[in-house]
């Protein structure tokens, strides 16, 4: 069943997803696809004229806190604005990112993504991989994901917006269950207030292997990957990010 029906009631409604890069976007887009939404994607911070000359049953999508102006407005009780974060264990999405940045991946969508991974390509994996959790950024323009974290802590405390968790949202064919999944689901309809959403059909069609961005798709791979010198050397910069975001971090003997 589609939302067109349910939201043409409310024209002055403006969504905006928050999807921090490698965060499983693909997931909650579906959610949205499958409802009879349709995003229109922002490259940068968005701001409220963005939301100009939109669809009823489109929404903004960006993996950028957005500006000053959204936040604002928010905060001033706009009760047409909703806006939903969608987020991941940061260690996850480090591996997430190493893979989908690094030289041997043959898939690049943007410009910027092939043209850092020739600069990529002079390191090696543990060098690259270090590069990544220190956040040593090579250009202004490079998008860190844990740079991100730290910028989008002012979503993730804000009550007036609903907080996405990659963990709830996978379902059992990505490690977490479907009892969640469902929850989860529910929650972003009922955030959206939007009835006669069909949300167990929906639940049961989020995970999808198709997406270009696509590896794993599960929780806790990192484990796999991170050496035990990573995974201390992440806790040491980045332990308060994990904490903060609800995660635990990993418990490393000093001797490595």
Same mark, same amino acid.
Not at 16 to 40: P, W, Y
Not at 58 to 86: A, K
Not at 183 to 196: P, Q, R, S
């Given at each position: 069943?589609?939302?067109?029906?349910?939201?043409? +009631?409310?024209?002055?409604?403006?969504?905006?997803?928050?999807?921090?890069?490698?965060?499983?976007? =693909?997931?909650?887009?579906?959610? /949205?696809? $499958?409802? +009879?939404?349709?995003?229109?994607?922002?490259?940068?911070?968005?701001? /409220?004229?963005?939301?100009?000359? #939109?669809?009823?049953? %489109?929404?903004?999508?960006?993996?950028?806190?957005?500006?000053?102006?959204?936040?604002?407005?928010?905060?001033?009780?706009?009760? %047409?604005?909703?806006? @939903?974060?969608?987020?991941?264990?940061?260690?996850?999405?480090?591996?997430?990112?190493?893979?989908?940045? =690094? !030289?041997?991946?043959?898939?690049?969508?943007?410009?910027?993504?092939?043209?850092?991974?020739?600069?990529?390509?002079?390191?090696?994996?543990?060098?690259?991989?270090?590069?990544?959790?220190?956040?040593? &950024?090579?250009?202004?323009?490079?998008?860190?994901?844990?740079?991100?974290?730290?910028?989008?802590?002012?979503?993730?405390?804000? !009550?007036?917006?609903? *907080?996405?968790?990659?963990?709830?949202? @996978?379902?059992?064919?990505?490690?977490?269950?479907? $009892?969640?999944? /469902? &929850?989860?689901?529910?929650?972003?309809?009922?955030?959206?207030?939007?009835?006669?959403?069909?949300? %167990?059909?929906?639940?049961?069609?989020?995970?999808? &292997?198709?997406?270009?961005?696509?590896?794993?798709?599960?929780?806790?791979?990192?484990? *796999?990957? #991170?050496?035990?010198?990573?995974?201390?050397?992440?806790? $040491?910069? =980045? +332990?308060?990010?994990?904490? %903060?975001?609800?995660?635990? !971090?990993? =418990?490393?003997?000093?001797?490595?």
């Amino acid at each position: 069943m589609k939302v067109g029906r349910f939201i043409k +009631g409310r024209p002055g409604k403006k969504i905006l997803l928050v999807s921090l890069q490698k965060c499983g976007t =693909h997931l909650i887009r579906n959610v /949205m696809k $499958e409802a +009879g939404f349709e995003d229109v994607g922002v490259g940068r911070p968005c701001t /409220m004229s963005d939301f100009e000359g #939109l669809k009823s049953n %489109q929404y903004l999508i960006s993996s950028f806190t957005p500006s000053d102006e959204v936040q604002m407005c928010l905060e001033e009780g706009n009760r %047409q604005l909703y806006i @939903i974060f969608n987020f991941r264990d940061p260690r996850d999405v480090l591996v997430s990112w190493f893979y989908w940045l =690094h !030289p041997g991946n043959p898939k690049s969508i943007h410009l910027h993504h092939a043209y850092m991974k020739k600069v990529y390509s002079h390191f090696t994996d543990e060098q690259l991989m270090d590069i990544f959790i220190r956040v040593d &950024k090579f250009r202004d323009a490079e998008y860190n994901p844990l740079e991100r974290f730290k910028l989008s802590r002012v979503l993730y405390f804000h !009550p007036r917006i609903l *907080n996405v968790r990659f963990e709830d949202l @996978i379902g059992s064919r990505g490690g977490g269950t479907d $009892e969640k999944q /469902m &929850k989860t689901v529910a929650d972003i309809f009922a955030y959206l207030e939007m009835d006669g959403i069909d949300t %167990q059909l929906i639940a049961g069609r989020v995970f999808n &292997k198709s997406s270009v961005t696509f590896r794993k798709g599960t929780i806790g791979d990192y484990r *796999n990957v #991170l050496s035990s010198a990573q995974i201390k050397l992440f806790n $040491e910069l =980045h +332990g308060d990010i994990i904490r %903060q975001y609800g995660y635990e !971090p990993d =418990h490393i003997d000093d001797q490595i």
